[in-house]
């Protein structure tokens, strides 16, 4: 590919993609090889604005300084701003692959150095096939085999319709040099494996299989934006006031739909998702059609994802709180249980009117053993007689016919005397302590 035929190639890319207004100033992430030292002279030549980013992960000693000192004297040379940053990525990838850490370090520290303008990175046809390759390898999904976006939110990637062989080809023709990362030359990397191995047999199969992949990876693209935002209507049905899905829209969803929108709703709950595959979105649909309102599955981080009878809720599992016996006295106004509960008792003047709201309850002083008021959770033998017309039953039953997620049953505030249960947060009062006639007190339960 001469030179001319480059500038064609990259400015159709550009014009395509929408990447770059003419004019707009540009972030050039440099790491002195061959593609980033093709990408800052064919922007050059096409008049963007252009700055320049390097990053020095002090991963490869001698030759990591080599390359800083390359971008240096290249972007001197040709009048281009430079920052250059020196993070030791080794360091920080404690519980992360270097790998991973490098590439995190080096879009976030890219992002801010670009100061709000669009930041352009190397990547070409090749990087694209062998990425495909890569995740084919894995196991990927179809997001994962569309490959490299040419545009991801700021990130541009304007060479990406070129392939390696043909940067090669325009800086030899400008007689520009570069340098070249001896990582990149061993097959101990499966990316370096793919490069080396696999794309030449799929070359010799079909020399222009770099422009197959691409036509496929845009096509999945556009599959994965359509399923995606059905996805995302899904869960909008699906969402409750209280931050749980109903469960129907989610099961009734088509297959395509639902994993995704499952996915989404680990995302939407603050789950990190790096950890999360194919195996927690099946044990997600089990739980869709798990029968047993109660049931539940563990997720990556702590998280867990439980069935509340015609709901689902997803959220970091934490450790129960502790939820002793306490004494109350009154007046009392204050919290309990590490705050997680406010609990409010006020006697009620003669004449004062009680406004009954939910959990607030009205009972009768001369019922109560004010020595021995407590409010605690639920025991063994708690019953509860909720009309007068209505037998004792146990506080169990109540709970279930109440449809009260299991994991709330042992948190719910219970507030008794040693004569019994006075009335039990969500579930109501003990018909027998309303009042009758004589001094009454007002109980408000507030909490989770």
Known sequence: MGTEAMLETVKQTIEDWRMLAAGEPVLVALSGGADSVALLRVLLTLRYPVRAFHLNHCLRGAEADRDEAFCRALCETLGVPLTVERIDVGAQAAGEGVEATARRIRYERLTAAAQGAKVATAHTADDNIETMLFHLARGTGPKGLAGIPPVRGEIIRPLIGAERAQVEAYLAELGQDYVTDSTNLSDDYTRNRIRHEVVPVLRQLNPSVCGAAARLAALLRQDEAYLSEQAENCLTCAARPDGAWEVLPLRNAHPAVRSRALRLLAAQSSMPMRDFTTRHIEALERLLENPNPSAECGLPHGFLARREYGAVRLDRRENSIDRPEIPL??????????????????????????????????????????????????????????????????????????????????????????????????????????????ARMQIKIEGY
Not at 352 to 372: E, M, P, R
Not at 396 to 414: E, F, Q, S
């Open 329 to 438: 006295s009154v007046p009392f106004d204050g919290a309990v249980w590490q705050g997680s509960v406010q609990i409010s008792l006020r006697c009620l003047e003669k004449k004062q009117v009680f406004y009954k709201s939910f959990n607030t309850f009205c009972v009768d002083c001369g019922t109560i053993d004010f020595a021995s008021l407590c409010v605690r959770t639920r025991r063994a033998g708690d019953r509860l007689r909720l009309t007068e017309n209505g037998g004792s039953r146990t506080l169990k039953k109540l709970l279930i016919d109440r449809k009260i997620p299991r994991c709330r049953r042992d948190g719910l505030a219970v507030i008794a005397d040693k004569n019994g249960v006075i009335a039990v947060q969500d579930i109501g009062m003990d018909h027998s302590r309303r009042p009758q006639g004589g």
